[in-house]
């Protein structure tokens, strides 16, 4: 949470963070060297943390092989019963807060004139942007999803099941988890000062869609690899070799064996990658031009703007379409759920 940015940006009032503080320095005064300088402070803590997580993951040992079937816990009605109550509790809490939203969005001026309206939602009178945050973010959502999966996906089957280049399988895992320790505004100034240069040949894709694309699948890169990582090496080390004996062609392997029994974990990293898509601020706050405006910066500005119930209603609109997608995704996973899991069940 040091490194988060929308919540303090829109309740955080007077009281200032480093992750704000580098906002006000790059778009509200044009100090972009003081600007990287803060994100080198709020850089530090990130990769401690970071350093930390992974000397504690050392020291972890798997104890997973072919024999392994998953645990499953007998019933027990105080224990179940307590945990029950616990998870409704703050479930509870979560849909005050979601439902809080909701109202807010459909109050005429709060909190002066309570009256219900829809009016917060004709954005088009709203703002000069009208819709077109909202229709960007799914967009850029949707191709990142789809771009992020089949990248991620690869590159840790690559890394995983490789049989050769072993130096620079090594050096690509390491590269894959760097992301994680960098926070979203250090990675969107990185971007502008490295794209925003006349004399990089790449320059052309700043202030594109394609652009605010690549950033997000890197900044939401390494959880996504780990994931599919995580699901790579749960398959048996004994079909690798029987597909070498066999003398089976990797890509075969890839398309009948390892995507299908891998498939659950690809359609979390598409679901992952597509809501946080929708709801990132952080690395985009400074990427994105007219025609590229994300839904979740639109909601910043109106708040800005005093037009706290139409910022109310985009992110109602977020939140529908980050909910309808879950059950896009719940439903996609359930019909393949029995042609390609079969195999966990023993």
């Not at 645990?71 to 009605?77: E, G, L, T």
């Not at 616990?86 to 005050?96: P, R």
């Not at 009016?119 to 789809?146: D, H, Q, R, V």
């Not at 590269?175 to 320790?181: E, G, Q, T």
Request: with cysteine; aromatic share 12%; charged share 10%.
């Amino acid at each position: 949470m040091v490194c988060d940015f929308g919540v303090p940006k829109v309740i955080g009032g007077s009281y200032n963070v480093l992750a704000t503080d580098i906002f006000k320095q790059v778009v509200g005064q044009q100090n972009f060297s003081m600007g990287a300088v803060t994100s080198i402070l709020l850089l530090l803590p990130a990769v401690l943390a970071f350093a930390v997580d992974r000397w504690v993951q050392k020291k972890q040992k798997s104890m997973l092989d072919s024999r392994s079937v998953p645990y499953q816990p007998s019933p027990n009605k105080l224990r179940d019963s307590v945990c029950f109550v616990y998870c409704l509790i703050i479930s509870l809490a979560v849909l005050a807060v979601l439902g809080m939203a909701v109202y807010g969005s459909l109050v005429t001026f709060w909190p002066w004139n309570k009256a219900l309206t829809l009016n917060n939602y004709n954005f088009a009178e709203m703002s000069t942007y009208g819709w077109s945050p909202y229709f960007n973010s799914l967009k850029l959502a949707t191709w990142t999803a789809i771009i992020g999966s089949v990248v991620i996906f690869v590159g840790a089957y690559c890394i995983e099941k490789g049989r050769a280049f072993v130096p620079v399988r090594q050096a690509l895992q390491m590269m894959s988890v760097i992301p994680m320790a960098v926070p979203g505004l250090v990675l969107g100034l990185g971007y502008i000062f490295y794209f925003n240069d006349a004399n990089n040949p790449l320059g052309v894709m700043y202030g594109t869609m394609a652009f605010l694309v690549v950033n997000t699948i890197v900044h939401y890169y390494t959880v996504g690899h780990m994931t599919a990582l995580t699901a790579l090496k749960q398959l048996p080390t004994e079909i690798e070799a029987t597909a070498a004996s066999v003398k089976l062609p990797q890509y075969k392997l890839f398309f009948k064996v390892s995507l299908p029994c891998c498939l659950p974990a690809v359609l979390d990293i598409a679901i992952y990658l597509f809501i946080n898509a929708l709801t990132t601020t952080s690395a985009v706050v400074f990427l994105y031009s007219t025609n590229t405006i994300p839904a979740s910066v639109a909601v910043l500005n109106m708040d800005d703007a005093g037009q706290t119930g139409s910022a109310a209603a985009m992110a109602v609109m977020i939140m529908l379409s980050a909910a309808v997608a879950k059950l896009t995704h719940m439903f996609v996973g359930k019909l393949f759920e029995g042609r390609t899991q079969a195999w966990r069940k023993r």
